[in-house]
DNA sequence: ATAAACATTCAGAAAGTTTTGAAAATTCAG
DNA sequence: CTGAATTTTCAAAACTTTCTGAATGTTTAT
């Protein structure tokens, strides 16, 4: 296969994909984009390659750089901004789980604490099932925060030797 | 807090929180419903609990039933359908991750074993630059999937026992 | 100060997804 | 069988998200 269209192929699925994660297909595109190519692209590359218009492109862009997933880059002598994306994959996907942990399980947990203390009966078979159920995802949702943050710390060498040799 | 409003809110919440992980909303709810309900409930019982119309009810029970999420349960002298939900929150982990890594891991690993073997001269620095990346990520991914597979296979107590201490 | 180059915004259009509800299919008791 | 109860399907409508591109804002070279 040639290197074109084994870009274009993994460019387009890495969109699939992403979608499938709550990302949206063009942000997922650019972030592939950026992933494989060696120099930074500009704004207008980056349209010219994935052929879409510069609002979308902007925007896109923007949301890149606010998760932490891409950087400007000047380029000496230009005028214009240059992007690049982090390119070791666990470091992409220690920042994605910080963010996630941050946007969205930190304030799940502070919702599960206060519906925790519903009143009531605890003899109810409704009243206690629902506070089973809550207390089980928050013990839950909060061991996997403690893993997070163990992780997010971690350097990759730790992860790779020690974490990993769990499962040999 | 009163239970009534607590479920609302529980309800409705996991309804917003599913949809940043790409599932849709009337899923989540639905699965939310059944998770704090201590019986079974008829699909009439869930369109009447969430304001849904039936071929709503029926499609997304449908989908929870495919993910494994939700068990179709016989009442005794009733004709009708009644469901039911796992009310263990690592089990419904474990077979989320499960059903994710079949649907999405696995074809996304396929996929870039093939990119890998791009033709070209490596000394290119973009077909250098294409190889690393695919590379690094179909390593990271296989990491990942073994990790995976012995999750699931592990019973919670394996889990709890063991891999937790890692994280205090 | 001016204008060219470039970046950002945003209202409306397009595309994609979810929901409805009525019709069709299925199941089961009598 | 028959027909009432129940489940499933699906086309159209409602809603949501994403994208476009022209207008506006900002920066920099001269």
């Known amino acids: ?36 190519s060696p120099d930074p692209l500009s704004q207008d590359d980056v349209m010219a390659e994935l052929n879409i218009s510069r609002g979308n492109a902007n925007m896109n862009i923007r949301e890149l750089i ?17 992007f690049t994306a982090e390119k070791d994959i666990y470091k992409v996907a220690m920042q994605v789980a910080k963010e996630r942990k941050k946007r969205e399980l930190d304030p799940m947990l502070k919702l599960l604490s206060q ?38 710390k971690a350097d990759e060498n730790w992860f790779t030797s020690n974490l990993l040799k769990l499962f040999r």
Chains 1, 2 share one sequence.
């Open 115 to 152: 519906l925790e203390d519903v009143e009531g009966d605890k003899k109810d078979k409704h009243v206690k099932q629902f506070i089973d159920t809550i207390t089980g995802i928050r013990r839950f949702g909060t061991q996997a925060e403690k893993m997070l943050d163990v992780m997010i």
């Open 66 to 82: 606010d998760w932490g997933l891409v950087e400007r880059v000047l380029v000496p002598g230009e005028r214009r901004e240059y």
């Open 1 to 36: 296969m040639k290197l074109a269209d084994a870009k274009q192929q993994f460019i387009s699925s890495w969109g699939v994909f992403a979608t499938q994660w709550g990302i949206n297909r063009t942000m997922a595109q650019i972030h592939a984009l950026l992933m494989v």
